[in-house]
């Protein structure tokens, strides 16, 4: 069973979830990226990752290949459903932690939620 947890302790959340859809991406195409010269970060429909998004999906690409003994590019059926189901967890199993700004934003949200829009009407 491939433990990515150590990879991930301290990262916020958001840039766990797109590290894991980078990280994806890499995996579903390192068998044929050498034929193609695709840059995984390179997507229509996202705006470019952060450096710290970038390096946090190749460390999990990486200990994926370091705990599997096999780069990605070899990846077979078992591998790939592995590293798959693994990544596909890790936002699931992630508590995270907020940024300053990301609390505010939820604060805001919460309290917003939380009043009652009848009390308020005439």
């Known amino acids: 069973m491939i433990d990515l947890r150590p990879s991930i302790a301290g990262s916020p959340h958001k840039d766990v979830v ?3 859809y980078f990280a994806i991406r890499y995996v579903k195409q390192a068998a044929t990226a050498h034929r193609t010269g695709k ?3 390179q997507d229509a429909n ?3 990752p952060s450096l710290r998004v ?3 999906a190749m ?3 990486q200990e994926i290949e370091r705990q599997l003994g096999i780069s990605a590019a070899q990846f077979q059926s078992a591998e790939f459903n592995e ?9 699931h199993d992630h508590s995270g932690t907020m940024t300053k700004e990301e609390r505010a934003e939820a604060e805001a949200l919460a309290a917003e939620l939380s009043t009652d829009p009848l009390a ?3």
């Open 39 to 41: 840059d995984i970060f």
């Open 83 to 91: 590293a798959m189901n693994t990544l596909s967890a890790l936002p």
């Open 120 to 122: 308020s009407s005439p």
């Open 59 to 61: 460390a999990l690409v």
């Open 18 to 20: 797109d590290a894991v």
């Open 54 to 56: 970038r390096q946090l």
């Open 46 to 48: 996202r705006s470019a």
